[in-house]
């Protein structure tokens, strides 16, 4: 069974640090690319970024609105993907999701979700 | 950036209607299209991919349709534990873009 359990998240200062993790199992981790999706308070889904798979380098994509901020990173050997967030903004805070590729098409399989929240 | 258009972003409708939604895209995305329905407080959860592929284990009476620019979400008949809000997602080019939803409620 496909699982996706996250971790991490909480409250942080306006500047501070964050990482989430996202603990993979029921499939091989390296086959797929792997995305952050972030939901705000009463807001839409907004995608945040992606790590390709093994096979395409484990290159990464962002949003414009988190690129060199936020950075996406894997370890396949512990079956996590993870996400590092600096420099906080409060338009930061969120439910953050880690997703699933599946066989090239988006979001087949979603962690269950964790609160980040950016105040003072 | 491609911007995804949903319609109406809300509606009020009945348990046995039948319902559609639509997404535009501001550009052609081929079927690089996916629907999600997300009910309150819960995770996402995918209907269709590949703009008309029915995901398993999802219902028959929801359907997807299009290519391009506009795309339709149908859900023959209305059920109970329909309503929710459901976005489209375009994955054709980054960045991947959401719809604003469509919330449909009693």
């Known amino acids: 069974e496909v699982q996706l359990v996250q971790s991490g998240g909480g409250l942080v200062q306006p500047g501070g640090s964050l990482r989430l993790s996202c603990a993979a199992s029921?499939?091989?981790?390296?086959?797929?690319?792997m995305d952050w999706v972030r939901q705000a308070p009463g807001k839409g889904l907004e995608w945040v970024g992606r790590?390709?798979?093994?096979?395409?380098?484990?290159?990464?994509e962002y949003a414009a609105s988190v690129k060199g901020r936020f950075t996406i990173s894997r370890d396949d050997s512990k079956n996590s993907l993870y996400l590092q967030m600096n420099s906080l903004k409060t338009e930061d805070t969120a439910v953050y999701y880690c997703?699933?590729?599946?066989?090239?098409?988006?979001?087949?399989?979603w962690g269950q979700g964790t609160l980040v929240t950016v105040s003072s | 950036d491609i911007q995804m258009t949903q319609s109406p972003s809300a509606m009020s409708a009945s348990v046995g209607d039948r319902v559609t939604f639509t997404c535009r895209a501001s550009?052609?995305?081929?079927?690089?299209l996916a629907w999600f329905q997300q009910k309150p407080g819960k995770v996402p959860k995918r209907l269709i991919y590949?703009?008309?592929s029915l995901q398993s284990g999802v219902p028959s009476r929801f359907s997807g349709s299009g290519s391009g620019t506009e795309f339709t979400l149908t859900i023959s008949s209305l059920q109970p534990e329909d309503f929710a809000t459901y976005y489209c997602?375009?994955?054709?080019?980054?960045?991947?873009?959401f719809g604003g939803g469509t919330r449909v409620e009693i």
């Open positions: 590949a703009a008309s």
């Open positions: 550009q052609g995305i081929s079927n690089h």
């Open positions: 997703v699933r590729v599946g066989s090239g098409w988006p979001f087949d399989y």
């Open positions: 790590t390709r798979n093994k096979a395409n380098s484990y290159t990464t």
């Open positions: 997602l375009q994955h054709n080019s980054y960045p991947l873009t």
């Open positions: 029921g499939f091989t981790l390296s086959d797929h690319y």
